[in-house]
C-alpha cells in the first residue's frame, strides 16, 4: 500500500523520514503515469513546457541516482 502525505513521520529519524517522503515522491509519479500509453508519456506537457512525465521519471531516475552516489555513497 503506498504511503499517504500524511504518514509521513514528521517526527522520525532524519533517514526514515527521508526514505518515507522518498517512496511518497515515487508512489506520486507512478500514480500519475499508471494506465498511459507509451505516446501519452512522450507527450510534453503543454508549451513553452517540454518536459513529458517519460522525461519527468527519466530526470528524477538521473536525480535521485546522482544524490544517492555522490551525497550518501562518496562516488564522484
Known amino acids: 500500500m503506498p504511503i499517504e502525505y500524511a504518514d509521513i513521520p514528521r ?3 532524519e533517514r526514515t523520514t527521508l526514505l518515507d517522503f522518498l517512496e511518497w515522491q ?4 507512478a500514480r500519475k503515469c499508471e494506465g498511459l500509453t507509451a505516446d501519452q508519456l512522450r507527450r510534453r ?3 513553452p513546457a517540454t518536459l513529458s512525465l517519460l522525461g519527468l521519471v527519466r530526470h528524477l531516475a ?3 541516482r546522482g544524490w ?9
Open 11 to 13: 517526527d522520525a529519524d
Open 26 to 29: 515515487r508512489a506520486t509519479l
Open 45 to 47: 506537457s503543454a508549451p
Open 62 to 64: 538521473d536525480v535521485e
Open 68 to 76: 544517492f552516489r555522490r551525497t550518501l555513497a562518496g562516488e564522484d
